[in-house]
């Protein structure tokens, strides 16, 4: 076991990827802290945002590549194929890299430097932060692409159990090769109020992007019946989208404009001072992998109740969550729980159980251990990778094999025109501090 | 004229030369081009002005096909803007400034001179393309907002670019010492 004290150097593939904000770019962004306190080496690549283009260098010494490929659609690169095979050529053998670690099914940058970085015989892994569907036209020509880049994959990690059947059902991969890592929360920031809010008034907190997806015509209809029942309770809800409409009718509907308080859209920085004012969280998503919007309420000390879709029930305690089925009256029987469990939370408690239940340097330390698995799959060349593909289908499996024969051949030609020896390897940049020479020489002329 | 031979390193396609001349520090990168490379590059513009003046000269009168072909002419001229480099030079003048040198094979000399107040810091960057990364040399100027390129018709390789960069740093921060010292008259000696 000690044997496998050795560091990684990791390369983070997605298209999301700070400044955005949101669920995977902050597990990417965590996850790479933390990897970083154990002493691998990380670098994360993903495509410019407007005018941030080029290297950067983010808290810890964390180096991000932002490649100037201009985003198409929904934050994602345009997928070409073979086009993005240079940089990650040239990136992956400047900073010596290990192990390729993409995220998110939906980028397709990942899927590229995927394709690309198993082609030149690097180890790749792979994170699934969400569920897809099966029947509709998007998700079966997603489902085909991840088949794709599953059907070679040395590791695969998801972050539930529910995320993890749904991982394995759409592309067909062994069971053997997933494994379930949860998502954590940074429970230092997300700290309970000092001073317990009165239960007088009782406030909900709602803070989700107002889309079809997260529920938001289940809070249409929830809303008003508990406001209805109970008189002592107030809504705050938070985020902005397509549904905020629907919301600001049913307000003036029900005449409920000193009862429910529309925000608009919440800096992430402010999700905690908007969490600490309420007592309970409402959750209506229609599916979720994981949530952390929920772990981060339960480390604010609020008592949650969310629909019991996807991954949810794997993420809390009994004691912390009221679950219900995702329609209105068994959310408002759940609401009517959950105010009555309210006088026996101790939000200073709850906050202390969520500390020992998740940190992200235990998520970090779970996909060390993936690494060093992946690490330790043999090494194949071309020919006994091809038979993978062909399981993927009757047409699409020539088609993946075809995909992956022109790709050797563009590396073949890419080593021909820019030999490795000629791309040069970066110096590893520590934490930054004063290294000019010059000025410590300027330092001691002055002290003379 | 005493010139000192300081170091010579050799990379692929490029030469780094470092040499001072009367109390001018030198460092030169040769780009290494192939004479084969040079003169075809000279039949290419032969061809294209042959190309250009031929359906001028043959009286025909301005038909599609000709002007399709002066079209594609001007679009290779574009191309073959290829003026081949000779070498790159950072000619380092104390207390004047910094001279950046480009020699063309035709022999033109491309000059540009950095007085020694412009330059804030000389900075070695990643530049990252659609295609690939490289390093490269700049200079931080006062008062603009572009950087400098030191080298720009060549991409020499950083182990290349790190000495001409100390060399930078250092010439600067003596600079700066002689300055502070000379703004500061009144403070005590150190013995």
């Given at each position: 076991?000690?044997?496998?004290?050795?560091?990684?150097?990791?390369?983070?593939?997605?298209?999301?990827?700070?400044?955005?904000?949101?669920?995977?770019?902050?597990?990417?962004?965590?996850?790479?802290?933390?990897?970083?306190?154990?002493?691998?080496?990380?670098?994360?690549?993903?495509?410019?945002?407007?005018?941030?283009?080029?290297?950067?260098?983010?808290?810890?010494?964390?180096?991000?590549?932002?490649?100037?490929?201009?985003?198409?659609?929904?934050?994602?690169?345009?997928?070409?194929?073979?086009?993005?095979?240079?940089?990650?050529?040239?990136?992956?053998?400047?900073?010596?890299?290990?192990?390729?670690?993409?995220?998110?099914?939906?980028?397709?940058?990942c899927h590229e430097a995927l394709m690309h970085a198993r082609t030149m015989g690097y180890k790749v892994v792979f994170t699934d932060h969400s569920l897809y569907g099966f029947a509709d036209a998007g998700s079966i020509h997603m489902n085909k692409v991840l088949q794709f880049t599953l059907a070679d994959i040395d590791q695969a990690i998801c972050v539930s159990h529910t995320s993890k059947e749904n991982t394995v059902l759409r592309s067909g991969i062994s069971p053997q090769k997933v494994f379930m890592v949860p998502n954590a929360v940074d429970t230092a920031m997300f700290t309970p109020s000092p001073e317990r809010l009165s239960c007088d008034e009782i406030v909900i907190v709602v803070i989700s992007r107002l889309v079809y997806r997260k529920g938001a015509d289940l809070l249409v209809e929830v809303i008003p019946e508990v406001c209805r029942l109970f008189p002592k309770v107030r809504f705050i809800v938070g985020g902005d989208g397509p549904k905020r409409v629907r919301l600001e009718e049913m307000r003036e509907k029900f005449s409920l404009q000193d009862r429910v308080e529309m925000l608009g859209a919440v800096p992430h920085a402010q999700v905690r001072s908007v969490l600490i004012s309420g007592h309970i969280f409402l959750n209506s998503s229609l599916t979720e992998a994981f949530c952390i919007a929920i772990l981060e309420a339960a480390s604010c000390g609020l008592?949650?109740?969310?629909?019991?879709?996807?991954?949810?029930?794997?993420?809390?305690?009994?004691?912390?969550?009221v679950l219900a089925q995702p329609a209105p009256e068994d959310m408002v029987q759940a609401v009517k729980k959950a105010i009555d469990m309210l006088p026996g939370i101790d939000p200073q408690l709850m906050h202390l159980r969520m500390k020992k239940l998740y940190s992200w340097d235990?998520?970090?330390?779970?996909?060390?251990?993936?690494?060093?698995?992946?690490?330790?799959?043999?090494?194949?060349?071309?020919?006994?990778?091809?038979?993978?593909?062909?399981?993927?289908?009757?047409?699409?499996g020539k088609l993946f094999c075809l995909v992956m024969i022109i790709n050797y051949l563009l590396w073949c030609l890419l080593e021909y025109l820019q030999p490795t020896e000629g791309i040069e390897e970066v110096p590893d940049i520590g934490p930054i501090h004063?290294?000019?020479?010059?000025?410590d020489d300027l330092c001691e002329t002055q002290g003379n | 004229m005493e010139q000192e031979r300081k170091g010579v390193v050799s990379s692929g396609m490029y030469t780094y030369n470092h040499h001072s001349d009367s109390g001018f520090d030198i460092h030169e990168i040769f780009v290494k081009t192939s004479r084969s490379r040079v003169l075809l590059s000279y039949i290419g513009v032969v061809f294209l002005l042959a190309n250009v003046c031929q359906p001028l000269l043959s009286k025909e009168g301005l038909s599609s096909s000709s002007v399709w072909s002066i079209t594609?002419?001007?679009?290779?001229?574009?191309?073959?803007?290829?003026?081949?480099?000779?070498?790159?030079?950072?000619?380092?003048?104390?207390?004047?400034?910094?001279?950046?040198?480009?020699?063309?094979?035709?022999?033109?000399?491309?000059?540009?001179?950095?007085?020694?107040?412009?330059?804030?810091?000389?900075?070695?960057?990643?530049?990252?393309?659609?295609?690939?990364?490289?390093?490269?040399?700049?200079?931080?100027?006062?008062?603009?907002?572009?950087?400098?390129?030191?080298?720009q018709k060549s991409h020499p390789p950083v182990k290349m670019l790190v000495p001409v960069w100390k060399a930078l740093c250092k010439f600067l921060n003596s600079e700066y010492l002689a300055n502070s010292s000379v703004s500061k008259p009144e403070c005590p000696e150190h013995d």
């Open positions: 076991m000690d044997g496998q004290e050795r560091k990684h150097r990791i390369l983070m593939v997605s298209d999301f990827f700070f400044p955005n904000f949101g669920g995977v770019e902050s597990h990417i962004y965590y996850l790479s802290q933390c990897l970083l306190k154990l002493g691998h080496k990380v670098v994360v690549m993903t495509h410019a945002y407007g005018k941030r283009s080029g290297v950067r260098y983010v808290t810890g010494g964390l180096k991000v590549y932002y490649v100037p490929w201009k985003p198409f659609l929904m934050q994602n690169t345009l997928p070409t194929l073979f086009l993005t095979f240079p940089i990650v050529r040239a990136i992956l053998i400047r900073e010596k890299i290990s192990v390729v670690h993409g995220h998110q099914a939906f980028s397709t940058l008592l949650t109740v969310s629909t019991r879709v996807g991954g949810v029930p794997e993420v809390l305690p009994d004691d912390m969550i235990d998520v970090a330390k779970r996909t060390e251990i993936v690494y060093d698995r992946a690490m330790q799959s043999p090494k194949t060349d071309l020919l006994e990778r091809l038979p993978r593909y062909l399981t993927c289908g009757a047409w699409a004063a290294h000019l020479e010059s000025v | 594609f002419g001007i679009l290779v001229a574009k191309c073959l803007q290829y003026k081949p480099v000779k070498k790159e030079s950072v000619v380092i003048m104390p207390t004047f400034g910094v001279q950046l040198e480009i020699h063309f094979w035709s022999g033109k000399v491309h000059r540009r001179f950095v007085p020694i107040g412009k330059i804030l810091k000389p900075l070695l960057n990643e530049c990252v393309t659609p295609v690939t990364c490289y390093w490269s040399l700049a200079l931080l100027l006062r008062d603009e907002e572009e950087l400098m390129l030191v080298f």
